[in-house]
């Protein structure tokens, strides 16, 4: 890499020369890498291309599917939720078979019934799966969209963090179209439970929203407070926070 000398500074590309400024100054340097050109002419290039369209796509389907929980996940998710996300979305692309290379897409892999079983399961923090805080059985309706948790005891189903005196449970219904990026999300009512009291039955209802034509995904959530003086404060640390989606229909 060269740099400009003299009074007249070139910015842009002549030939096989680019031109630029940085934080060290103006410089010069060659290009590098096959010309456009090339790229589309050359069939080796052709893979490489269509996976890049595609891995463009699972970028876009996973925003998607983060921005439609981010109601509900907020003070939930861990640091590696974007890459873990798309990462999910890659899986489930890879379903779609009757696409042709460099369109396969979310949309139509999850219309494949090993789709659901890749989502089940995926929680929104890492770091507290909702299986580990929670050892009482639940299960949701697809119909009506009731997550009913039975038979908490009072102590051993949930695991506390210090310094919580409550836990809470909500929960949401989030309605996906991956093909034309929408999305709605209906939160659940939180309800709230002493550490060291038993509940026979939870039993969480959602509003019922207007759907939109997508997937239907369900979502447990659990998080921790403190009340004291009669009002509520979330503990600051959130590592024991989980959110998990539970079903897919």
């Excluded at 096989?16 to 002419?41: A, M």
């Excluded at 509900?72 to 290379?101: E, Y």
């Amino acid at each position: 890499m060269a740099k400009q000398k003299g009074l007249i500074k070139i910015k842009g590309s002549i030939g096989n020369l680019s031109f630029y400024t940085t934080k060290h100054g103006d410089v010069v340097r060659t290009k590098w890498g096959p010309d456009k050109e090339r790229r589309k002419r050359d069939p080796s290039f052709a893979k490489a291309q269509n996976n890049s369209t595609e891995f463009g796509g699972c970028s876009a389907s996973g925003k998607v599917f983060r921005q439609a929980f981010a109601e509900l996940t907020n003070g939930v998710s861990d640091s590696d939720l974007n890459t873990r996300v798309n990462a999910l979305m890659f899986k489930i692309k890879n379903l779609d078979k009757k696409s042709a290379h460099g369109k396969r897409n979310v949309g139509m892999g999850l219309l494949d019934p090993q789709a659901n079983e890749l989502c089940k399961g995926f929680n929104f923090n890492k770091d507290a799966p909702l299986d580990s805080i929670l050892k009482a059985p639940y299960f949701v309706d697809k119909r009506t969209g009731t997550i009913t948790i039975k038979g908490i005891p009072e102590k051993g189903a949930i695991k506390f963090p210090k310094g919580a005196s409550h836990v809470s449970f909500s929960g949401g219904w989030a309605w996906i179209d991956f093909i034309n990026k929408k999305a709605e999300l209906e939160c659940y009512e939180e309800k709230l439970l002493e550490k060291n009291k038993s509940q026979n039955v939870f039993v969480l209802k959602p509003k019922i929203a207007t759907k939109i034509k997508g997937k239907n995904f369900f979502v447990l959530k659990i998080g921790f407070i403190q009340i004291q003086g009669g009002k509520q404060y979330a503990l600051e640390d959130c590592k024991f926070n989980a959110a998990m989606i539970i079903d897919v229909g």
